[in-house]
Structures are given as C-alpha cells and as structure tokens.
C-alpha cells in the first residue's frame, strides 16, 4: 500500500494539508479513531517537535500533546527556556491507536503504532517538514525518531546529540516523499530525546523529568 502519499495534496500551506488529512484513509487507524490529529503551529518555524501518535485526549480534542504528556512536555520545554508558542508540534502518526476498550474504563489504553502504519503516515510528516522548514526538528522518543532516520534509530543512544545534516542534504526518509517541494537548501539539525509519556512511566520521574530538560536544553542553547 502506499499509506498516506495518495491523500497529500502537493500544494498549499500547512492548512490545506490539514483538511486533507481529516478524510485520509492511508492506513487502518482512521478506522476507530476519532480523527486525524494534525500537527500544530506556526510555519515556518526554526523548531518542529515530533511526538509519536495523538493520545486518548489528543483525539477527542483534535490537537496533538493537549493531554497528561502534552503537560508534561510544555513544562519541559518551559524549564528548558523554549518557547512553545513558537514551536510546529505534531507526531509521527496521526491517528490515535487504542486497545480494545474493556468495560468500566473511561480512558482508551493507547497501543503504539507497529512498521506499517509509521510507514504509512510518513508522507504527512514529510510534507510538514517542508512547509515548515524548521532548523531543528527534535524527536520525542524511538518512534518519532525511527519515522525520521530510520528504524534503526535507537534513543538510548543518540539523546541530546545534535545531529547536523550536511548542507544540500535531507533527512533521508523526508527526502524519499513525495513533492520535492522543499523551498530551502534543506540544512537542517535533529536532536533526539525520550517522549513525556516515558517520564510519566519512569520509575524515578523526577530524573527522568531531569534528563529530558537537559536534553531540550541543548536545543534552547541552539536556538539561541
Ligand atoms: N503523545 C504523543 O506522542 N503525542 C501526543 O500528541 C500526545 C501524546
Ligand atoms: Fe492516514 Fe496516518 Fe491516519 Fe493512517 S494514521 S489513516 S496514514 S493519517
């Protein structure tokens, strides 16, 4: 299947791919989901934030991180010194995945998203980058950062790295999407940390919470 690409439209702004998204039917997650949760913010923006799919919260709402880890994040990126405002947020899949909701439970258990369907959403996420043309995209967490680089991609052990692409040169499953409507010289820079949702999990959140402001604050330093 070819996922999403038949669904983006190869021109317009962030507001067009927007309603285009809300009929895409790219993989089987429109099916039980709410609705497409498309990515939000200014564009162009210097920074682009890449979570991983909308929550329980995200989906009733139609806004990416406005649930428990979207708080999270956003006193994250407050202690770090990033002004979220300015910042394009979105997530490397747009529709929310769930389990099987089971009696007496009011919040939906969010299941992640497995190859295919990563796969299948990446032209969206593509086509954000290039009307947003961001200078840093951070990821949050292993699955924002395999749908960019790749699946090998492993969070452990590229966090708080900045990442520089030589100039010319694209994250190399952006580049292989779709339009090549890019408009800059695709010089762009990536930093990886964990996703809010693990700190929320973490055992010791206080650390974790710790870890992932460091990290964003390698950003911050970066952005000046
Ligand atoms: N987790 C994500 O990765 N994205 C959201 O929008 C909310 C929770
Ligand atoms: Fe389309 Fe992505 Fe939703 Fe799948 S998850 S239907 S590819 S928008």
């Known amino acids: 299947s070819e996922g999403a690409l038949p669904y983006v439209p190869a021109r317009g702004g962030i507001p067009v791919l927007r309603r285009a998204a809300a009929d895409c039917r790219g993989c089987p997650l429109y099916a039980d989901a709410t609705r497409t949760v498309f990515g939000a913010g200014p564009a162009p923006a210097r920074l682009m934030l890449v979570g991983e799919q909308p929550g329980d919260q995200e989906d009733r709402a139609g806004e ?54 990563l796969t299948a959403c990446r032209p969206w996420l593509a086509a954000e980058v290039r009307r947003v043309r961001p200078e840093l995209i951070v990821a949050l967490g292993a699955t924002a950062g395999k749908s960019l680089l790749g699946n090998s991609f492993k969070v452990t052990e590229a966090r ?21 409507d ?21 055992t010791n959140r206080d ?17 000046g």
């Open 207 to 223: 650390e974790a919470f710790e870890g992932l402001v460091a990290d964003l604050r390698v950003a911050s330093g970066f952005l």
């Open 160 to 180: 708080g790295a900045l990442l520089s692409l030589a100039p010319g040169t694209e994250l190399p499953l952006v580049a292989g999407e779709g339009d090549g």
């Open 182 to 202: 890019d408009g800059g010289d695709g010089h762009r820079h990536f930093l990886a940390t964990v996703h809010p949702s693990a700190v929320l999990r973490a």
């Open 64 to 117: 990416p991180f406005v649930g428990p880890a979207g708080r999270l994040l956003h006193s994250a990126l407050g202690k770090a010194g990033i002004d979220a405002e300015q910042a394009y947020v979105t997530n490397a899949v747009k529709h929310f995945k769930f389990a099987p909701v089971t009696e007496g439970r009011k919040r939906r258990i969010h299941k992640a998203p497995n190859l295919g369907e």
